[in-house]
């Protein structure tokens, strides 16, 4: 499978990053994680551009990157957990590539997220069950989104050929 534009979605923990670098590396295609883009430009942090410019002017920027980067011949992307969500970005996803929804439970987010909510803008200040349930709510609004993606691979069976096995898959979409 892995050849044009692959884009990594899924709520935040997932493993889009740690995944998608790897696979990458893997099929000999660059790796761009968004976030990254998006902070090398701005200079600063995502929790930094969300406390101080705010979470529309980040969307903004994010579907421009999107846009931007995503016109790149082949690649592996792994996109934040929003982006699916804002500015029609997944339908233009779902044109220009594959999808991939890295699918996780609650649980799971939450287990993977508990110990790293400082470096995360939208689960700063939150304590043990108030991330519970932002995680439970968020991901509800955003499962429709995610639920687009081309394929859809639950979380605990991600493995380094993950991407070959989708050839024999059907796809979502």
């Known amino acids: ?60 920027q994010e579907a421009a990157w999107l846009r931007k980067r995503g016109g790149d011949h082949s690649f592996i992307m792994a996109c934040g957990g929003g982006t699916p969500c804002f500015h029609n970005n997944m339908q233009w996803m779902n044109a220009q590539g594959i999808t991939i929804y890295l699918q996780a439970s609650a649980q799971q987010i939450y287990d993977r997220l508990v110990h790293e909510k400082d470096k995360r803008p939208l689960l700063k200040n939150t304590d043990a069950h108030s991330l519970q349930i932002f995680i439970e709510d968020k991901l509800a609004e955003r499962e429709p989104f995610y639920r687009q993606a081309s394929y859809v691979i639950p979380v605990n069976e991600l493995h380094l050929e993950s991407l070959s096995a989708l050839d024999k898959q059907t796809r979502n979409a």
């Not at 050849?3 to 660059?30: C, D, E, H, N, V």
């Not at 883009?37 to 406390?51: D, P, V, Y």
Request: charged fraction near 25%; charge should be negative; hydrophobic fraction near 35%.
């Open 1 to 60: 499978m892995p050849a044009g534009r692959i884009f990594l979605t899924g709520f935040m923990g997932s493993g889009k990053t740690y995944w998608g670098s790897r696979w990458a590396q893997q099929y000999g295609l660059p790796f761009i994680d968004l976030d990254a883009e998006i902070e090398r430009e701005e200079g600063k942090s995502i929790a930094t551009i969300f406390e101080e410019r705010g979470e529309a002017y980040f969307r903004q």
